[in-house]
């Protein structure tokens, strides 16, 4: 990322986001996901609740 450290005494907003392909599956690793959705998955579960995991794009919608 392009953001440099906050030499400021105060805290700053940050925003992030991560992206993964439609059809991930959960390996049983936290990284990105809050803690209420990390709980309630299991190792192979399907990363496909579209509240969490919004799909943006899919090849089926694009003109060819």
Partial sequence: ???GPNMTTRPRRAMTC???PDG????GKQNV???DYFNSLTVGDLLDDP???E???HN???DR
Avoid: D, R, V, Y
């Fill in 51 to 53: 509240k969490q995991n």
């Fill in 18 to 20: 991560a992206f993964m």
């Fill in 33 to 35: 996901l809050p803690e």
């Fill in 1 to 3: 990322h392009a953001a």
């Fill in 60 to 62: 089926s919608w694009t």
């Fill in 24 to 27: 991930s599956t959960f390996n």
């Fill in 55 to 57: 799909l943006i794009w």
